[in-house]
């Protein structure tokens, strides 16, 4: 009876695990080092958190991941003048949140669904504000607890 030779005699196929190691190892370090894409100059991406007041320009809002962030806000500078904002959020069930820039006033309204899902787009004048501003998110009737704050969005 014959039996099948390794393709590899036993000395040579620890070399090769060994190898086949080194170059994993090399490749998962590496990769932290490689640059990431850059991000785009005309946008901002800012948390919201459940917090009833904030200043105007958002800047005692955390901006830390914890369990009172409950949605992300990107804004973009458009080309044309104006700034679009999507809104992504998970609140109350089926309810209609205010959009306000702080300080400046009233841009749209979102509503959450029976998950209290809420996602939004929209596009504003990109003068009405300045380099630095902050979104604040509130029900119609807004009980302690249900006002939504954005941490800082600068353009500085």
Request: some cysteine; overall charge neutral; aromatic content about 8%.
């Amino acid at each position: 009876m014959r039996y099948a030779m390794p393709i590899f005699p036993l000395p040579y196929s620890s070399i090769w695990l060994g190898a086949a190691m080194l170059v994993g190892t090399t490749i998962a370090t590496t990769a932290q080092y490689i640059p990431h894409t850059p991000v785009d100059p005309n946008q901002r991406q800012a948390v919201l958190v459940n917090q009833d007041v904030s200043d105007c320009s958002g800047r005692d809002v955390s901006s830390v991941n914890s369990p009172a962030v409950r949605g992300t806000i990107w804004a973009t500078r458009l080309f044309d003048g104006n700034t679009s904002l999507k809104i992504a959020m998970t609140a109350n069930r089926n309810t209609v949140y205010k959009i306000t820039i702080k300080c400046v006033g009233p841009i749209g309204d979102l509503k959450t669904d029976e998950e209290g899902v809420g996602n939004l787009s929209l596009v504003f004048p990109t003068k009405i504000v300045g380099a630095e501003y902050s979104f604040e998110l509130a029900p119609e009737v807004a009980p302690a607890g249900s006002r939504y704050q954005s941490a800082q969005i600068s353009f500085k």
